[in-house]
């Protein structure tokens, strides 16, 4: 199988996958060996030395057509009601490789739907018993939850008798390895079909490990998330938190109006009044070098970061900027296949220290400068749900002017004189660098609310009020910040959103190379 995938020729499979133990039991991937007496199976047949394999004769396509009957004996056909439908591969190779009538004229098996866990329904009549769900839990979950219960005809995927579900962290990429429409995500049942899906490739932000996925969505909603196959981040999975993140967005009341402080009260405002509020704010210390600080949280993108120094350093007289660390807040879980859930819930801390050359130390110091009233106004980014320490916020209210973006009215938008509603990492294009100082590169999957804006345009605004619109001119998009960015910096010389491409760059190599070079 390998073998002539690397070949470029294309054997249909269903139990046979990259990431699991070959199982041998589904029998579509049948070709044809010279010299030997039947055909064989083409995942469990190793190459050799002048073997010659034929995958499309008549033999291997009568074959096919016998195998896929058999594997339709108890299907239901209920594609027009599967979620499944569109991107199913029964449904695919039944198309492509089978014949349009059954000889089977008996009745149906119709075992019924059972729930594996709350999130995970198993139509078992649509399943074919590849055993991919049951080996994905054994060998890379590294937690053999599911089996295969009874006898012959009468086999059935279940939860191994004793436990009491499916409830592992990692669960949810059963619904994706499975090949036909049998394992399903309760959350997606019966919501769209398939072929409207909208899908952005991007990059997780619920921990450091940023997985790759794909946000799905239709009409400006987020359907669902899965995993994009990046050998080296997270190979084909994720885990159920990055998976389902995209409920707890949807909850969330969002800013969706920028708002100034009138007396003690944040009013709702007009764009073109918040930006001039802001302008005139930091305008007051601008005579004052680094008097005006930049407080970045580590959900927001390197660009989002940049956008706010370049404002700071060509239009406030400061270089003041930093990120705010923090702890990880729980243990790394890795599990057996080495897939690892880190237990830094902030996606772009490696980002802010990497790039901006920001480290805790230097928190600590903007920290106390602000604390001790030399640093008198800040433009902080938190467009995310993170944490703020109690200290930060307590050293934040002693400034004397506070603009904040985010996306929800958080303990640090409720203590600001200006609030700019702001996107969240799907709504946005941008660049995240892992755990591991791997650049990647976040897709837009959805607008953000009509009243809210990146990082990058709420700063060019504010810069044109400082008459400095020229040096932010070319401006149109997050790709182009991340050009200007890519100018000063060495580690990303010569990159762009576009060469970085959907599996990104490591680039703690380039600077191990660069480093041995001086
Ligand atoms: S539920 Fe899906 S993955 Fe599991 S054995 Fe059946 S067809 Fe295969
Ligand atoms: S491991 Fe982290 S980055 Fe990966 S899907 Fe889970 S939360 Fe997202
Ligand atoms: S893919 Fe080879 S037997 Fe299933």
Redesign the pocket.
Same mark, same amino acid.
């Given at each position: 199988m390998q073998a002539a995938e690397k070949l470029g020729i294309f054997i249909p499979h269903y139990c046979y996958h990259p990431a699991l133990s070959t199982a041998g039991s589904c029998r579509l991937c049948l070709v044809e060996v010279e010299g030997a007496p039947k055909e064989a199976i083409a995942c469990a047949t190793p190459v050799s030395e002048g073997m010659v394999v034929y995958t499309e004769s008549e033999k291997v396509k009568r074959a096919r057509e016998i195998i896929l009957e058999f594997l339709l004996l108890n299907h239901p056909l209920d594609c027009p009601v599967c979620d499944k439908a569109g991107e199913c591969l029964l449904q695919d190779y039944s198309f492509e490789y089978g014949t349009a009538h059954s000889r089977f004229k008996e009745p149906k098996r119709i075992p019924p739907f059972k729930d594996l866990s709350p999130g995970i329904k198993?139509a078992t009549t649509r399943? +074919?018993?590849?055993?991919?769900?049951?080996r994905f839990m054994s060998e890379i979950a590294g937690d053999p939850q599911l089996t295969v219960i009874n006898r012959g005809a009468r086999n059935e995927?279940a939860v191994v008798p004793g436990n009491t579900g499916l409830d592992h962290p990692l669960a949810g990429n059963?619904v994706d +390895?499975?090949?036909?429409g049998?394992?399903l995500d309760k959350n997606f049942i019966h919501r769209t079909r398939v072929w409207h899906l909208s899908k952005a490739p991007s990059v997780c932000g619920e921990c450091s490990a940023g997985c790759n996925i794909s946000i799905d969505s239709y009409r400006n909603t987020v359907f669902r998330i899965i995993p994009r196959t990046n050998k080296d981040v997270n190979d084909h999975w994720i885990c159920d938190t990055g998976r389902h993140s995209y409920k707890k967005y949807k909850k969330l009341e969002r800013i969706m109006t920028p708002k100034i402080k009138e007396g003690s009260v944040l009013s709702d405002t007009s764009w073109d009044e918040a930006i001039e509020a802001a302008a005139e704010g930091f305008k007051e210390f601008q005579k004052m070098k680094d008097a005006v600080a930049g407080v970045i949280f580590p959900g927001a993108t390197n660009e989002d970061a940049f956008a706010v120094m370049e404002f700071l350093r060509t239009a406030a007289n400061s270089n003041a900027i930093t990120g705010i660390f923090q702890k990880p807040t729980g243990e790394d879980r890795v599990f057996k296949s080495g897939f690892v859930i880190k237990g830094d819930t902030l996606p772009n801390q490696e980002g802010l220290k990497f790039i901006f050359g920001t480290a805790e130390r230097d928190a600590e110091s903007i920290l106390s400068r602000i604390d001790s009233g030399e640093i008198k106004a800040a433009y902080c980014v938190h467009n995310d749900l993170s944490n703020i320490p109690e200290r930060t916020l307590d050293i934040l209210k002693k400034l004397k002017f506070f603009v904040v973006e985010d996306i929800v009215m958080s303990p640090a938008a409720q203590i600001a004189d200006v609030v700019f509603p702001g996107l969240m990492y799907y709504e946005k294009n941008g660049t995240f660098v892992n755990y591991n100082r791997r650049l990647q590169l976040l897709q837009q999957a959805v607008n953000g609310p009509k009243g809210a804006k990146n990082t990058w345009e709420i700063v060019k605004l504010m810069a044109a009020t400082f008459e400095r619109q020229s040096h932010f001119a070319g401006w149109c998009s997050a790709g182009d910040v991340f050009l200007k960015m890519a100018k000063q910096y060495p580690e990303l010389e010569g990159l762009s959103h576009f060469k970085l491409s959907i599996l990104g760059k490591p680039l703690y190599e380039k600077r191990e190379v660069e480093e041995v070079s001086t």
């Open positions: 198993l399943c +074919i018993l590849c055993t991919r769900c049951v995927i059963v +390895i499975c090949p036909v049998a394992l």
